[in-house]
């Protein structure tokens, strides 16, 4: 039985160590958020972070705030933990929160704000914040303001979003609608994949996204723009197949036939097949000019030709 109001904030955790203390103090400075809990799944941490936060809520040092928090035995993906987390919740309102961010002191007061329809999903911001030793903000990386100025962030206040929108680093819905969408796939463990097939099992449940842009948590974005990338061909060959088996409208919603129909696909084909990407992120990687369409290129050819090689290597029915 969950309590009326109470918010469960979800964090899954796996060797975060200062990072998940971090969160959890600018979650213990949240205002005027109402009644709130957070729930804590170590996916198998190794780096102590049980340890160090069972001493924090010792020493007292999180002040009034609420913790559960439990260790998965083995690392078993974000998936699980964010299935067990709910699990252990007990609030009539589920908050995702990555423990990799910092919340400001109004982000659950704003990500609240209008929340009354169990409908309803409200999907915060996320900002990226580079600092130097002393604590001090320093100038974002091209790459870093393109990439957080993608997705959600392209909308306006309030907005609805379309479900492939949804992520569980900054959001809020009704613990009904969560349990009529059922739990996070636990096979999709490559990064993004659980977060766009849950956002469209939300809206299959009845569940229409909006944007909260004030309800703001920071970033410690340490990934580079070719990391990111790498991601993304990993996400296309070994999620992005199945999702469009599961989901058909992401092949239109994510372009996905201009890499493989008329000339156009065969183009875009050619330049991913023969050191097109690489040469675009050793242009991007040198400083010289890169505008968006470029970086919406780089990431295109990534995902789309990930895609390509996964489709090709999956059994035939």
Request: hydrophobic fraction near 35%; include cysteine; aromatic fraction near 8%.
């Amino acid at each position: 039985m969950s309590r009326a109001g109470l918010k469960s904030i979800l964090v899954p955790s796996y060797n975060d160590g200062g990072k998940l203390e971090a969160c959890l103090r600018a979650l213990a400075l949240q205002r005027e958020a109402g009644e709130m809990e957070a729930v804590v799944v170590y996916d198998g941490s190794t780096d102590g972070s049980p340890q160090r936060i069972t001493r924090l809520l010792e020493q007292g040092e999180l002040g009034g705030l609420s913790v559960i928090h439990e260790a998965l035995p083995q690392n078993r993906g974000r998936s699980a933990a964010r299935n067990r987390a709910f699990e252990l919740a007990r609030g009539e309102w589920i908050v995702y929160l990555d423990a990799d961010l910092q919340p400001r002191p109004d982000w659950l007061a704003q990500l609240s704000r209008g929340l009354g329809n169990k409908r309803h999903v409200h999907v915060g911001s996320m900002r990226y914040r580079v600092q130097d030793e002393k604590g001090r903000d320093l100038p974002l990386a091209r790459y870093q303001l393109y990439l957080q100025g993608r997705g959600p962030a392209r909308r306006e206040a309030g907005e609805e979003l379309p479900p492939r929108h949804f992520y569980t680093c900054n959001s809020m819905l009704h613990r009904d609608l969560l349990e009529a969408a059922g739990p996070f796939d636990e096979q999709l463990k490559v990064w993004g994949g659980e977060d766009i097939d849950m956002g469209l099992r939300l809206a299959q449940a009845g569940g229409t996204l909006y944007y909260r842009p004030q309800a703001l948590a920071w970033h410690g974005q340490e990934r580079s723009f070719q990391a990111h990338c790498a991601n993304l061909e990993l996400f296309g060959r070994e999620v992005l197949p199945r999702l469009v088996q599961r989901h058909p409208e992401l092949y239109e919603a994510l372009a996905l036939g201009r890499r493989e129909k008329g000339v156009q696909g065969v183009l875009i084909g050619l330049l991913g097949r023969f050191g097109g990407r690489r040469a675009l992120l050793a242009w991007e990687g040198a400083g010289l000019y890169f505008n968006e369409g470029l970086y919406n290129l780089c990431v295109f050819l990534h995902y789309s030709g990930g895609y390509v090689a996964g489709k090709r290597s999956m059994p035939k029915a």
